[in-house]
């Protein structure tokens, strides 16, 4: 298991940038996938991205294909998410989420599996 905490939200307009971190605490960081998702109010918990275990394979929702950027730096166990171009629809409480996929290049998409999640960060995006 990895405990999981976010931050870096907060309140931008339209056409902005955020930066998301995830620090993890645990001895088994680069054993982890890792995925971000948001939830807006009164919808569903959905994918952002992920990225696989050494960082070299990542995967993006067609939302935010071309705006937003995970990466990962194992020496420090956080998992990054720059967010450009931010629109309104972005408004979301983000999550950080860890998973042991059975292979290094697997990037998990999908929410159940996700083990461990963190607390979550605000995103609101004004227009």
């Known amino acids: 298991q990895v405990q999981l905490v976010e931050s870096g939200g907060g309140l931008v307009q339209a056409g902005g940038s955020l930066r998301l971190s995830c620090a993890a605490s645990g001895r088994s960081f680069s054993n982890y996938a890792m995925g971000w998702f948001r939830q807006a109010p009164g919808k569903e918990r959905e994918f952002v991205s992920a990225?696989?275990?050494?960082?070299?394979?990542?995967f993006y929702a067609r939302s935010v294909q071309g705006r937003f950027t995970i990466s990962r730096d194992n020496t420090k166990k956080t998992v990054y998410l720059q967010m450009n171009s931010l629109k309104p629809e972005d408004t979301a409480v983000y999550y950080c989420?860890?998973?042991?996929?059975?292979?290094?290049?697997?990037?998990?998409?999908?929410?159940?599996?996700?083990?461990?999640w963190g607390q979550g960060t605000q995103v609101t995006v004004s227009s």
């Open positions: 990225i696989s275990r050494s960082g070299g394979y990542t």
């Open positions: 989420a860890g998973s042991l996929p059975s292979y290094t290049a697997y990037v998990p998409t999908e929410r159940h599996e996700y083990p461990d």
